[in-house]
């Protein structure tokens, strides 16, 4: 929603402001649709040469998905820090053992099966589930299970930025192929000298100019934009893999489930982050 309202921003000033100094909207308006043709089919050209298929789509699921709130809010964190606290209660008590039927087969679990957002997020879920079973299985260190989620989290985030990277590169060319598109305006103007009076000359170079500031306003105004919010929301989706890495590197370091979810807690942003005091309100009933 909001990258719509910037662009009605970018496009009222811009476009406002030209017509408030005195310009005519026509002129701008009249030569844009070969402009937009040369520019954006260019640079939607270069985007499908340099990139492979899965980065293709998932740029333009990001870019849709702009459109939608974030996939995480409060209330979806406290339910994360539920289902965490729930196991490692269960750890504390009965053993890993005790969960490793729940690992296994997560949809038939009586403990998953209590928090539907986690389930359904099959990527949160196997993370969740890979590191347990670390956990079960592994015998490793705190150190060396650190290092391992590290690593996971390290390419899960490389993973996830590449569309926003994709986009971006668009962004950065997006000018470049506006002179392009002004250059061959002027070449197409050239074989008028001569022939056609001043007035008529200075309307095509007017309108080859056209060109550069399309390319220029759409790299800067739109194509940008969308690339920072694409790598935005890649940060706010990544939260809940840290705090799962968190709360269970703190559990295997000893710490009680409590505590352990406190320092999960303590990664969240302000404005998504439980209190103290409700949140513990909410462990009680989980327990």
Avoid: W
């Amino acid at each position: 929603m909001f990258v719509l309202i910037g662009y009605v921003v970018v496009l009222a000033c811009v476009f406002g402001g030209y017509i408030i100094a005195g310009g005519h909207i026509m002129a701008v308006v009249e030569p844009a649709a070969i402009e937009m043709l040369i520019i954006g089919g260019g640079a939607l050209g270069a985007f499908i040469a340099s990139n492979n298929l899965k980065v293709i789509k998932a740029s333009v699921t990001g870019t849709l998905g702009l459109l939608k709130g974030p996939k995480y809010g409060k209330a979806d964190y406290v339910e994360l820090l539920k289902l965490l606290y729930e196991i490692l209660m269960k750890i504390r008590k009965e053993g890993l053992m005790a969960i490793e039927a729940h690992v296994e087969n997560p949809e038939s679990s009586t403990i998953f099966q209590k928090y539907p957002k986690v389930l359904g997020d099959h990527h949160l879920l196997d993370f969740i589930t890979d590191c347990l079973r670390l956990m079960i299985g592994g015998n490793m260190n705190p150190h060396e299970l650190e290092a391992v989620l590290e690593a996971e989290l390290e390419t899960h985030h490389k993973e996830a930025h590449e569309p926003s990277h994709a986009i971006q590169k668009v962004a950065d060319g997006l000018p470049a192929f506006g002179i392009v598109a002004a250059v061959l305006g002027i070449v197409k103007v050239m074989s008028y000298v001569g022939s056609a009076p001043p007035e008529v000359i200075g309307q095509k170079v007017a309108a080859a100019l056209v060109g550069t500031f399309l390319g220029i306003l759409l790299g800067y105004g739109f194509v940008g934009p969308i690339a920072s919010a694409m790598e935005g929301r890649s940060n706010e989706d990544a939260k809940p893999f840290e705090l799962v890495k968190i709360a269970l590197l703190a559990s295997v370091r000893g710490y009680p489930p409590p505590v352990a979810i406190e320092f999960a807690r303590k990664q969240l942003f302000s404005d998504l982050r439980p209190s103290f005091a409700d949140l513990e309100g909410e462990l009680k009933g989980a327990k």
